[in-house]
């Protein structure tokens, strides 16, 4: 009898295992029905947590995400003069051949909610970008935490950033137009790098934020209905903010250019394109930095596409919202740098 009822138990457990994991498929398709079909990707059927458990295999995930050559575009390595604690502080460099000497340089850091992702990662961009433009594209290999939190990754964004300006004979690059941007926790790190810059005396050409990771007092909120359910959700913000804060998020202060949004005056930065999707954890932050950024004088583009969940326009990059939101930048970047369209 005991073996029966054993049995019995056991076939229960699987039995509720797989009602639960039925549950959980059917509540991430339901979600997923409600964004428009052309971006319904794969990866947006995949329940993703950022965690101390996942972290390692979503890190080694992403570093191996294949990186497709573009015709015309190479990518080389370089090892640059970083911060103190970091002095092996590493670059990618993207260019056509027929980049022209005095071009624009667009210095990019990547997305992985500031505890994953690398340079690498964001290749297929980098030279997106290099290609359309002409221009000299600089994608950052910064430090990621938890091992290194604030101000690890900023500092390392900074040194690159001097490093661009030092070195502009020799990348054959004009110092005076130079954009910073970013996706994501790129985006948060590129504005903070703005304000830095700013108060360091370093003139911008363009902060370009990419659905940016900009307030960590989101963490303490609940989002509205349809938001923050695909790819970036409130738990994976919560660790992310955690580990690069290297405290409980939403405190009452937080150190100077670790969290953009808690800057108190944003007057004088350099001009911004700011894009985010509807359903996107941080469509509320970024509308409202944008909103702040123009009320105080700064020329600001507020780009909010309809559908456009967190990391939709890499995943769908077909879909017509990702090709416009990704024409919208590339306008962004020509009209700061003065460049025609072809």
Avoid at 44 to 54: D, H, K
């Amino acid at each position: 009898m005991a073996r029966r009822l054993g049995g019995a138990t056991t076939w229960l457990s699987i039995a509720a295992t797989g009602l639960a994991a039925a549950a959980v498929v059917g509540d991430r398709i339901q979600k997923v029905k409600r964004i428009p079909s052309e971006l319904r990707a794969p990866m947006a059927y995949v329940p993703l947590t950022f965690n101390a458990t996942t972290l390692g295999f979503l890190r080694r995930a992403l570093a191996n995400l294949p990186a497709p050559t573009l015709p015309g575009v190479s990518t080389r390595g370089q090892a640059i003069e970083g911060p103190d604690a970091n002095p092996n502080l590493t670059v990618l460099i993207s260019e056509r051949p027929d980049r022209p000497k005095g071009s624009p340089v667009l210095l990019w850091i990547h997305g992985g909610g500031f505890v994953a992702g690398n340079a690498a990662s964001s290749t297929p961009v980098c030279r997106r970008y290099a290609n359309d433009l002409n221009a000299l594209v600089v994608s950052v290999d910064y430090r990621l935490a938890p091992e290194h939190p604030f101000p690890a990754a900023l500092d390392d964004c900074f040194a690159a950033l001097t490093w661009v300006r030092d070195n502009a004979e020799a990348l054959r690059i004009d110092p005076d137009r130079i954009a910073i941007g970013g996706d994501s926790a790129g985006g948060g790190l590129a504005a903070c790098l703005a304000q830095r810059a700013t108060d360091a005396g370093i003139p911008l050409a363009l902060q370009l934020l990419i659905y940016p990771m900009l307030d960590d007092r989101t963490c303490t909120k609940t989002p509205p209905p349809g938001v923050g359910e695909l790819v970036w959700t409130p738990a994976s913000n919560l660790f992310g903010w955690t580990s690069y804060l290297g405290a409980e998020p939403g405190g009452p202060a937080a150190p100077p250019y670790a969290v953009a949004s808690r800057r108190a005056s944003l007057a004088a930065l350099p001009p911004a394109w700011i894009g985010v999707g509807t359903p996107d954890l941080f469509v509320g932050e970024d509308v409202a930095y944008a909103e702040r950024l123009r009320a105080e004088g700064v020329d600001v583009t507020i780009e909010v596409v309809e559908g456009l969940y967190h990391g939709a326009d890499g995943l769908a990059l077909n879909a017509p919202q990702s090709k416009l939101f990704y024409a919208s930048q590339v306008d962004a970047l020509r009209a700061a740098w003065g460049v025609a369209a072809p």
